[in-house]
């Protein structure tokens, strides 16, 4: 990782930013040792592969000091000092948020993503779901130190993990494999929702029998099931 971008200035004191906003969390200006997931800003004479005033994420600590990734694919270590120091402000994760985990328990695996799904404010307060990693499918109750709130990709894949995991469900409800349909189908069109009988399956389309133009082939992405054959009162 080069330089961040769309690092947002959020507050200033004096001329000094105090407070900035990355990938939507709020990042406090700090001071003392740095923590890999921190963020720096270099200074305005800044080391030739790096962006003067440029922000970075911290992914390595080092004797106090920090490494960073510089534009040219290099690791770069930035001296204690001559940096500016922010971090990410601390906001308790609720029930419906996605998060990380950071720290590896009995169960989960460091690197999951994770969708909280029950707080009871007790010590170990969050039911988790794996959505994305290793433990995807299974759940684990994890402390708050375990986790961090996921970034906006990775929330954006886990939500995308979600609505797969969410069709194949409703697939298998019926006993089929994602996007098998049967003679007998009725089918809804997703450009016009016209609503059509499956009255042919070939190797790699589905043949519905339109109003306007009888028996065409479409691909299983251009439509959805509305009522299986074997639900249909009028064909029992």
Known sequence: MAALRGVKTLDMVGGEITKVAYEGAEYERVEGDAKVGDIIRLPGNSYKHAIPGGFYAVISVIDRDVIVMENCGNHHRWTEGLYEL?????????????????????????????????????????????????????????????????????????????????????????????????????????????????????DRKVMCSTEEYGLCGELPKDITLITPVEARFDRS
């Open 86 to 202: 922010f971090r990410k402000k601390h906001v308790r994760l609720k029930v419906g948020d996605y998060a990380k985990v950071v720290d590896e328990g009995e169960i989960s695996i460091t690197g999951d993503i994770v969708k909280i799904t029950e707080d009871d404010h007790g010590y170990i307060p969050f039911r988790c779901d794996v959505i994305t990693g290793k433990g995807a499918g299974d759940y684990f109750w994890a402390r708050e130190s375990e986790l961090v709130h996921a970034t906006e990709a990775e929330v954006a894949v886990a939500k995308e993990a979600e609505a797969k995991r969410s069709i194949k469900a409703k697939w298998a409800k019926i006993g089929r494999k994602v996007d098998e349909y049967k003679v007998g189908d009725l089918v809804k069109y997703l450009s016009d929702g016209e609503i059509c009988e499956v009255g042919k399956i070939t």
